[in-house]
């Protein structure tokens, strides 16, 4: 690694006077935010996956040979971090580094290269928050249906609640259903966390990829109705104060624990589902070899 050291140190110098201030804006504002919250987990995953295959790319790809497209994506993200940081447009923002990133691969190490690092970079465009428009299209119904299963769970088993909208009156309390609570974030992250997992995994049934990369909507949903339920309970036992204090983050990790252990308990059911039919296969090609 060392022998690189002269060759990368002006790319990394260009990329922390290029994007230096733009980090710091995202940690000092955006990522701090829960909305956004997930970036700097995803860019930090991104990161890693292509520190971790990046003896495999240099094995692949030595002597370098760059590839001219690089320089019209390096010039399309150049522009796209221009009108990010002058228009405080943060979808551009962001969109610019993964787009600034691409090009240097291209240019320093050519279309192999980027190839073989295709899933950290499809990763990233998790980061990339969605237009405002769709987001407040998209956000209501769900908030509504988070609502109704929360209401309806919790009167099934006893409690006193009952819903006006989004808002949910439990004994003496409303809670309003926020627009975090509403699992569109939580939909996309679990999304983004489920498909880190199956790279990780590499299983080679197409069936368990696709079943369990389908299977994180649900589970995002039903992880987030937990999640307001538990905040619910929290407030109709403790009170408001505890139910918007640091509970309200414990609630939060209560979100991402039930998502993992959902997503786990659905993988090794997929599995046994892939073993069976398997078994199935192997069976009835014995009995007509017989």
């Keep these: ?51 971790r295959r990046w003896p495999e790319v240099r094995a692949a790809t030595t002597p370098p040979v760059g590839a001219w497209a690089g320089w019209p994506v390096l010039a399309l993200g150049l522009l796209a971090h221009l009108l ?13 580094i993964i787009l600034v990133m691409a090009a240097i691969i291209l240019v320093k190490r050519g279309g192999r290269a980027l190839a073989m690092l295709w899933f ?7 980061m990339v928050p969605l237009p405002s428009e769709f987001v407040a299209a998209v956000t209501m119904p769900m908030k509504m249906a988070v609502s109704w ?4 769970i919790l009167y099934a088993v006893g409690y006193p609640i009952s819903r006006s909208g989004v808002i949910l009156q439990i004994g003496q309390y409303q809670l309003l259903v926020a627009d975090a609570c509403a699992g569109l974030q939580t939909l996309l992250t679990l999304e983004a966390l489920g498909l880190f997992y199956l790279n990780l995994m590499r299983h080679p049934s197409a069936f368990r990829n696709i079943g369990l990369a389908a299977f994180i909507i649900p589970i995002s949903f039903s992880a987030n109705v937990i999640r307001v339920m ?14 918007q204090g640091f509970l309200h983050g414990f609630a939060g990790m209560v979100l991402f624990v039930t998502a993992l252990v959902l997503i786990l308990s659905v993988d090794n059911a997929l599995q046994w589902t892939v073993r069976r039919r398997q078994q199935r296969a192997a069976a009835s090609q014995s009995r007509e070899a017989a």
């Design 120 to 126: 950290p970079f499809f990763f990233m465009i998790f």
């Design 230 to 243: 538990v905040l619910t309970l929290i407030t109709y036992y403790f009170g408001d104060a505890a139910g």
């Design 1 to 51: 690694m060392r022998e690189t050291i002269p060759e990368w140190w002006p790319v990394w110098l260009g990329l922390a006077m290029l994007l230096g201030p733009t980090f710091y804006d995202l940690f000092t504002g955006a990522w701090v935010s829960e909305e956004q919250g997930h970036g700097p987990i995803i860019l930090g995953l991104a990161l890693w996956l292509i520190w």
């Design 149 to 152: 299963a929360t209401e309806h």
């Design 84 to 96: 990010g940081r002058s228009q405080k447009i943060l979808m551009l923002d962001i969109l610019s």
